[in-house]
């Protein structure tokens, strides 16, 4: 829903040396017709809200490298916004969310993240994993829900010190409320909420669902928080939220401290919603990429019965050694596209950026897409090809271009975590698995139903085949 109009009016003193930014009725704002037209950086209103694009690498750099304090606020989600109200929490960027922000990074950090004590977490998991898919018995499945409960129990494991057998119905009743509030989210009618909050609030429609499940997720939460409270350990904290309480305990006196319980179970909530959903629908579409393209499928079996045999499972390292299934693994996460508009910035104060003026609070959508498919970088950006990774001597070929993660000073903080575990979830599958597809190779489509916050696809089955020791 895009409307002209000029964006910005006043008499503040740079909007005289500053053009306003171009736009036009009618077209997507991920639309590379727009920055072709326009240039890498344009202004647009979605229904009454003016935004800004940012197309191009050197766009998202230039805003969220070096200026990454200007832009280093969050665009809020109204819906999440309004679900959270109750728990008084929000904390889209200023001092609360740089503190959380700091504090989980640093936490997850001297809890192993990218260390080999996380690894071989990531690695046991990955065995529950393949018991599951096993106990399909090569009958067609929709192995979504199956997928979601591996990187699920890794939060759980960092969060709570807990693990949760795929059966468990508490577990399940978790997984079932992310994903339904995924799916929700990434809706048209979310979208519209987003535009008219005021009034689509009090409509009925989905939009409803999610705050119910967002209590549900909160009492889920809460209740291992207050179980942690009881039992505290803090001399050998056992996982993120003893550390949490620890700090808590040492600001208790600190009128303004932000550690409390509420925003304990916001990044909780965080954590959970950002590191298994995304996670399991890049393993799910990598299945489905592979169900498309059996002869790549072919090659990643033959490199990791090479490198990793069957006796061992694989582990990071090995990725040194397997050129070919590292650019798969980074091909399909460029191809999938995840995350296309990334999630909006807010730019905290009045900023010159190039030749514009961007008054405080305008929202900014740095447009991964337009990056991860950008046809200079990629000879075939539309296309699945791992040769966009590979040189010419089939040697692993690293991009700047590639930035599912975002980037700069707010990348996605759990990036190490997800990329360790689409590999090793992924070929520990593969050692283990032949996929065989339960339709026409020509039917099986990756084409979303839903493209807002994320890129949801249609339910679809597939068959686990065991492969011989």
Known sequence: MLHTGRLWRGSHPLSSQCPSLTHRKGVPCHSPQLAEQHGPVYSLRLGPHPIVVLHGLQALKDALCGQAVNFGGRGRLPIMDNAL????????????????????????????????????????????LVRALAQTEAQPVDPAFILVCAPCNIICSILFNEHFDYHDEEFLKLIRLLNENLSILSSFWVQLYSLWPSFIHYLPGRHQKVFKNIQNIMDFILERVAQHQRTPKPVQPRDYTDCFIE???????????????????????????????????TLWLALLTLLKHPEVESRVHEEIDRVVGRDRVPCMKDRAQMPYTDAVVHEVQRCINLVPSNLP??????????????????????????????????????????????????????????????????ACLGEGLARMEIFLFLTTTLQNFTLKPVVDQRELSTDPVYNGLLRIIPASKLCFLPRPK
Do not use: C
């Not at 200023?94 to 690894?119: A, I, P, V």
């Open 345 to 410: 910035h807010v730019v905290i104060q009045e900023t010159k950026f190039r030749q514009f003026f961007l008054p405080k609070g305008t929202t900014v959508f740095p447009l991964l897409s337009s990056v991860l498919y950008d046809s200079k970088e990629f000879a075939n950006p539309q296309r699945f090809d791992p040769n966009h990774f590979l040189d010419k001597n089939g040697n692993f070929r690293k991009s700047d271009f590639f930035i599912p993660f975002s980037i700069g000073k707010w």
């Open 247 to 281: 700090r808590m305990e040492e600001e208790k006196h600190d009128s303004y401290s932000e550690f409390n319980s509420e925003n304990l179970a916001a990044v909780s909530l965080n954590l959970f919603s950002a590191g298994t959903e995304t996670v399991s629908r």
């Open 85 to 128: 109200r109750v728990y008084r929490l929000s904390f889209s960027h200023g001092r609360r969310w740089e503190q959380m922000h700091q504090f989980t990074l640093t936490t997850l950090r001297n809890f192993g993240m990218g260390k080999r004590s996380m690894e071989e977490r990531v690695q046991k998991e990955a065995q529950h």
